[in-house]
DNA sequence: TCAAAAGTGTTTCCCATACACCCATGC
DNA sequence: GCATGGGTGTATGGGAAACACTTTTGA
């Protein structure tokens, strides 16, 4: 039997129980359920990248994917599985993991049916690197970009196409960039990104905002809403400190309070 | 074996599809996977009110939820399973269905590990007709109010609490109230409300965002936001023609577009 | 002393809000 | 004619964008 709150909290009754011990749980046939997550990131010459895993194995064999697996029943959360995923493929932990959407459409997996929730994953600039591959599967970054057919996904000397990734995790991809793009106009994702940095200056965030909406932003505008949204509500404090460079630039700290706002 | 535009695409190996062929579907053991809906519609009185299934069965028997089911395999994605269920317990078809987060604790259910996709689903005002109830579960159309505990739930001499209902389903509807205010202010969600209307007028749309948001609004700055961001940019198109009452107001048509945009 | 990056100040414009006021109709 | 809701006009304030300008450092 199942050990659960309900169970335990002693308001069920002999005939509750019963039924309970005596359910089948495979009275009907169930799908399969996996965690896909579309991990993404900024390299040093800040360009947003993404982790994809050559499949070694049938079906989409030698095609890149996201990386993911299936959900390990009555022992994790589909969110759980997507860390230990990660983990497994990249050694990361403690990162940004953010429910995307659940693709369920029948025909989406030649095996079977399979229902996958995706997840987006933001890592600290600098910090991803990738396993070794085994048979099973190949990991590498790629830079992402844009042409007329839409993503393309570029590492040395390769360059995959949106067309050519398994499943339909193109679909999933774009889906994540757009969400991204979005949030971080409100939402303070983007700090993910340099959580490994005990500090930080305005311009190396102004950085990460254009990498990820790929377009420029005014410096001085820039500072004005930082200051606004992060600095003002306490979330980030101001260190009597200033960084190297041509002029060094005042250096900011998160507090524990933006940690919690950014889970 | 699996039908899929995979598999007829033609490009497959005979070592893949011997693969495919002989590949065991459950090979590891599965979570179930359930469609839950969270109903919301205004009546007459212009209240917003959630449809609920008192359950018949174990577990939480005798308790409010909502109305949900385990999605078939291979046969339907979790969207279509959510619209199935919604129509066997109502009716209702043609309806607002948007998929809101996937619920997946392995506790939630204390007869196995269940995932919920959860959905909110928006009915037009007045035409959310309860299906007679048999054995297994009765429906009922509750009033949705606040008190300090949180929610509560009302229909004639009955009153529910948010800690009184099956599962976790307090927690998936509190998240689909607060996404649907959020939305409205820049999506138009709340046309679904008076999709029935073949034409309508600016304060009955008025209404609804009030019903939604809990609050009342300016008319006069709705007017000129609604005038912007619908009929200036020709989703909605202003009839020759006025209704009753006091001073007989415009009367306007959504048109394709608009209908287009709210899926 | 000059280039580059950090940081400040100012101007402009848009737009949301508030609210005063006029209009059309039923009773 | 007067109450009720429909509809228009306007004044105001806050904030985002654009951009000119100053400051601090390394070379």
Redesign the pocket.
């Known amino acids: 039997m199942r050990d659960s709150e309900y169970l335990r909290s002693g308001q069920i009754s002999a005939e509750e129980k019963a039924f309970l011990e005596s359910y089948d749980p495979d009275r009907y046939k169930k799908p399969s359920v996996t965690a896909d997550v579309v991990t993404l990131t900024v390299n040093a010459s800040d360009e947003l990248c993404i982790l994809l895993i050559k499949r070694g194995g049938y079906p989409y064999r030698g095609k890149w994917a996201l990386p993911g697996g299936f959900l390990m029943a009555d022992e994790e959360s589909v969110t759980q599985a997507a860390a230990r995923e990660l983990f497994e493929e990249t050694g990361v932990k403690d990162v940004s993991l953010r429910q995307l959407y659940t693709f369920s459409d029948p025909d989406r997996d030649p095996r079977m049916h399979v229902v996958s929730v995706a997840y987006t994953a933001l890592i600290p600039k600098g910090t991803l690197k990738v396993q070794a591959g085994d048979d099973a599967w190949e990991a590498e970054i790629f830079i992402i970009g844009y042409d007329v057919d839409g993503l393309t996904f570029q590492t040395e000397g390769t360059m995959v196409r949106e067309a050519d990734l398994a499943f339909d995790h193109a679909k999933i991809i774009k889906m994540a960039i757009k969400r991204l793009r979005s949030r971080i106009k409100y939402e303070p994702d983007a700090f993910w990104l340099l959580k490994n940095k005990k500090e930080f ?3 190396e965030l102004k950085v990460i905002y254009e990498t990820i909406l790929n377009e420029k932003l ?4 820039f ?3 930082f200051l ?1 949204d992060y600095v003002d509500t306490g979330r980030v404090v101001a260190l009597n400190k ?1 960084g ?7 250096l900011y700290n998160m507090t524990e309070e933006l940690q919690e706002d950014m889970d």
């Not at 190297?244 to 005042?250: E, H, Q, T, V």
């Open positions: 200056a305005i311009s005014d410096l001085a505008n500072r004005k809403a606004r200033k190297g460079g041509r002029r060094p630039a005042m």
